[in-house]
């Protein structure tokens, strides 16, 4: 351990959002991991005495395994710098602007990636009409992990009827057709394309419960889409200023070549449990789940 900069790890779990137990899967994992590397690990629940509670245990750092709103929106990143612990993943700006959508989009275009057509709209108005010709998505523009997806089908007679939950502004996407890829960068590295097959949407349930999808990794691809995954998905962690890991996920229309893949959002803290897909892609290029998981709390620092 002397080779190390950390030795006394809170793995910052579970949280208010609506991503709650996936962050605890991914938080009892990585403690799991982080132990058998031969680190004092700390769990913690976020909750309201989350800064006390901090300031009580006064880790060396913060392995944040927290998913969604208030964990993964640069809130809770915003508190570590303020306290001044070094932290994991992406700082402020970069997880604020990767949770919203819509602003992703904006420097994904910017920087020349493309994107599927969208607009913002209000739940009311999402209801009352189609507000683009179907086929189309809708979604929360700031949550992840498919939480509240809809999908309008082509010739649907009737917009979508969207849950209570939902928020009172959300995100109306053209639908991508095609393939769903994946591709996870640790530190500048892409490290593998994965293919996500499912039986029908990849949603909440087919990401997390067992058998809700097939991981084909690394996908059966054109080496021409495989390098210009790694090269978007590169292109998307620096343009947006991730630090650490993240995943960016594609729809690729295989008819259209290279001119078929599309960027779809970027994840700054991609889920670590035993059916996600960053662990299983760093698998594939010989890095253990201990392994990466301490690569990315060597990495914490503050002022990221």
Request: proline residues 5%; hydrophobic residues 40%; contains cysteine.
């Amino acid at each position: 351990m002397s080779s190390r900069a950390f030795r006394k790890v809170v793995v910052l779990m579970g949280g208010p959002s609506a991503e709650r137990e996936v962050s605890l899967s991914t938080g009892r994992e990585c403690a799991a991991a982080l132990r058998d590397e031969g680190y004092e690990v700390i769990e913690l629940d976020a909750g309201p005495d989350l800064a006390a509670r901090l300031s009580d245990i006064s880790p060396d750092c913060v392995f944040n395994a927290l998913h969604g709103r208030w964990g993964e929106d640069g809130c809770v990143q915003g508190m570590l710098e303020w306290m001044k612990i070094p932290y994991t993943h992406s700082g402020v700006l970069a997880s604020s602007l990767a949770m919203d959508k819509e602003r992703t989009k904006d420097v994904y275009r910017a920087h020349g990636l493309p994107v599927c057509d969208s607009v913002l709209a209000s739940k009311a108005d999402v209801m009352a009409r189609h507000v683009m010709a179907a086929p189309y998505v809708v979604k929360p523009y700031n949550e992840g992990s498919s939480v509240g997806v809809y999908l309008v089908a082509e010739g649907a007679n009737s917009p979508p009827k969207l849950s209570d939950d939902m928020p009172e502004t959300v995100m109306v996407e053209a639908f991508a057709p095609g393939r769903e890829l994946t591709t996870t960068v640790l530190g500048d590295r892409a490290l593998e394309v994965t293919d996500i097959i499912t039986d029908g949407w990849y949603d909440y349930e087919a990401k997390y419960a067992d058998g809700g999808s097939r991981h084909e990794v690394p996908a059966d691809i054109p080496s021409d889409i495989r390098e210009l995954c790694f090269d978007y998905a590169l292109t998307a962690h620096r343009a947006l200023g991730c630090r650490g890991v993240s995943r960016t996920d594609f729809r690729w229309d295989e008819a259209k070549a290279q001119a078929g893949l599309v960027l779809l959002e970027t994840n700054t803290q991609p889920g670590m449990t035993r059916t996600s897909l960053t662990p299983e892609q760093a698998g594939k290029v010989g890095m253990s789940m201990g392994a990466l998981c301490s690569w990315i709390v060597e990495d914490a620092s503050c002022d990221r």
